[in-house]
Every structure is written in structure tokens, then in C-alpha cells.
């Protein structure tokens, strides 16, 4: 073979494995590409200014983690979300901004397997903060939740709004709130959520009795409103036990 061949037979195969390694590198921007704009949802900017809370108070239910599309989600930004902490029955855990607002938003078993306890398909608004209460009990097919939104329109100078959740099982018929010796709440039925009502600033003994019944079921050390503040006043838990899961009430700060 002459010395002219040789050449053009060696540069004919360089720019064959030119074209094949642009073609290489095409191909992987081109599905990078597809991929993308598959799973762009994901991190959509509006799920980035929700803030979100869940309370465990199902007493026969194992720790549970939550999903989000699928997707396991931490509520701790310094935890990943392949080992976040689940929410353990009675533990409070504070608000953690939501990394996704695309539903299902599932609530698994922390066991090994993994299955869906329950499924919310509540849709979400940016700048807002959400409570979900997991109530009820697996025992007897009663487990649920409920949802609150706990932004709501700042109070009047000097005062604060309250507003109550009943989610005690045990108290179907509903539940009243006695604020200082006044009727604050009337008749809140299980898994019912008041309206904010305002109160000037102070301290309150707070007080909760059957609908129209004088017997005290529980009262709750003195609360302070606080000026500009929102709480929630919630009441969980049964009548009939003395243990973790006895009927009791707690306050929550939303603002």
C-alpha cells in the first residue's frame, strides 16, 4: 500500500470515531434532556414556601414516615430523607418546609413492609402553614386524619387568636372550651376545627368539659396569649385510659 493510502486510510478512521463520539455525547444530552423535563415537578418553586407539621396520635400505630410523590421526605433539613426520623405516636415535631407540593402525600409504616397507612390528596398553597393530625386506631379500622391551615389574618393590636381542634375519639358528641369561666368554644365535634376567635393579651386557664356539662374532663395549666400570636388548642386522646393515650390537651403556637 503507497504512503497517500495509508494517510487516507487513517483519517477516514479518525473521523469515524469523531462522528461516533459526537454522536455518544448527543445522545446522552438529548435523554439528560428528556429526563429532566420528566421529573421537573418535583421541585416545582411553589412547593418551596410550605410549611408543614404532623402529629402521631394513634396509640396502637407504629412510627410512620411521609411520602410525597412517591418520594420520602424528610422533616429534618439536616437529616436525608433515606433515614429521616418517622413521627412517633404523642412526640411533637415543629413545622419543616416541604420539598414537593404534588400529591398523593402517603403515611407508611416505619416497618419493613413499608406499607401505605393513609393517603391525602390536599392541595397546597405556597406561603402557608399545614397541620395533619393521624388519629384514631388500626384496631377496629378507625384510623384517619385531618388537616388544618394555620395561616390566618393577624390580630387586632393587644390581642391574639385561639382556635380548637377536637380530635379526641372518645368525645363523638362534641366538646366545649371554657376560657377564664366564659364559653370560648361550643360543641366542637370530633374532628372538627373552630374558627380563630381573638382574646385580648393575658393568661387564661383554659378549661374542657362535655357540651353543656359542668364536670371538668381536663384543664390545662394557664396559657398565654400573646400579642399578634395564633394557637391552637387541641384536644386528643381517650376518656377511658389512664396511659400515654389518656384524654388530655395541649397548645401549639402557628405563628
Known amino acids: 500500500m503507497s504512503q497517500d493510502k495509508k494517510i487516507k486510510k487513517i483519517v477516514s478512521g479518525k473521523n469515524k470515531l469523531f462522528v461516533h463520539v459526537f454522536l455518544c455525547i448527543a445522545a446522552t444530552f438529548f435523554i439528560a434532556n428528556i429526563m429532566g423535563c420528566g421529573t421537573s415537578g418535583n421541585a416545582s418553586p411553589s412547593g418551596l414556601n410550605v410549611q408543614y407539621r404532623v402529629f402521631n396520635l394513634s396509640p396502637d400505630l407504629y412510627p410512620v414516615n411521609l411520602y410525597i410523590d412517591y418520594k420520602k421526605v424528610s422533616s429534618n433539613p439536616n437529616i436525608s430523607a433515606s433515614i429521616s426520623n418517622p413521627f412517633v405516636f404523642n412526640v411533637k415535631q415543629g413545622y419543616f418546609y416541604l420539598p414537593s407540593i404534588t400529591p398523593p402525600f ?110 371538668v374532663i381536663k384543664e390545662l395549666p394557664l396559657v398565654t396569649i400573646q400579642d399578634g400570636r395564633l394557637y391552637t388548642l387541641y384536644a386528643h386522646g381517650y376518656t377511658n385510659r389512664v396511659d400515654s393515650a389518656a384524654f388530655t390537651a395541649d397548645t401549639l403556637i402557628n405563628k
Open 106 to 215: 402517603q403515611f407508611r409504616t416505619v416497618l419493613i413492609s413499608g406499607g401505605t397507612l393513609l393517603t391525602r390528596n390536599d392541595s397546597l398553597k405556597s406561603g402557608l402553614k399545614y397541620s395533619v393530625f393521624i388519629i384514631g386506631a388500626q384496631l377496629g379500622n378507625s384510623l384517619t386524619s385531618i388537616i388544618t391551615v394555620d395561616t390566618a389574618a393577624a390580630p387586632k393590636v393587644g390581642r391574639g387568636k385561639i382556635r380548637f381542634v377536637n380530635v379526641s375519639p372518645s368525645e363523638t358528641s362534641g366538646l366545649d372550651v371554657y376560657a377564664n369561666g366564659t364559653q370560648a368554644f361550643s360543641k366542637v365535634l370530633y374532628k372538627s376545627i373552630s374558627p380563630y376567635m381573638e382574646l385580648p393579651v393575658g393568661n387564661y386557664d383554659i378549661q374542657i368539659t362535655a357540651p353543656g356539662s359542668k364536670n
